[in-house]
């Protein structure tokens, strides 16, 4: 799936403006990457994290990671290394966590947005750090004609999933 030149330029200020940080876009998957990146969707989520440690993991190896959330499925999503522990505690491997003390205590995941480049709309599919007002203010400020679309509608275990946080059992 090719993305437009203006739609590009419309990433790269997303890009600008909240990476590295709390922001996840859903994006037309360009190359040819393993399913396992995409599920099979044609769609790619790119987040840049705002920790020294990962954005020094990310240089070194000169490849974007691939990685998922740190929690069990439909746990609580971690904000803190101690949170990732205690929900692997009973797990026989080692767990190996980055340590993430130089991160502000925002207390809050990730926001997931999904491009919808026909329809000119941005839809948030999991709420997080970054509001739909940031989102929306950020679109006026650089006069961008998109609507953000947030119409969360959360899920239960055995539902198809748009994206994680849909489930009701992540917020409990």
Avoid at 85 to 99: A, G, R
Avoid at 143 to 159: A, M, P, R, S, T
Wanted: with cysteine.
């Amino acid at each position: 799936m090719d993305i437009s030149e203006d739609n590009y330029k419309i990433i790269k200020l997303f890009e600008i403006e909240f990476y590295p940080g709390p922001l996840t876009m859903i994006l037309p998957c360009t190359t040819k990457l393993p399913s396992v990146v995409t599920s099979n969707t044609g769609f790619v989520g790119i987040r840049v994290p705002n920790n020294l440690n990962a954005l020094n993991l990310i240089k070194k190896c000169q490849v974007p990671i691939a990685a998922p959330s740190a929690n069990k499925f439909g746990h609580i999503s971690p904000t803190r290394k101690e949170h990732v522990l205690e929900d692997f505690k009973d797990c026989q491997e080692n767990i190996y966590v980055l340590d993430n003390s130089d991160l502000p205590n925002i207390g809050i995941e990730s926001t997931i947005i999904k491009f919808d480049f026909e329809k000119k709309q941005i839809n948030i599919l999991r709420p997080g750090y970054i509001t739909k007002d940031k989102l929306e203010n950020f679109l006026k400020s650089k006069n961008l004609n998109f609507k953000v679309i947030e119409d969360i509608k959360y899920k239960k275990i055995g539902d198809i999933l748009n994206s994680s946080g849909e489930l009701i059992t992540h917020y409990a």
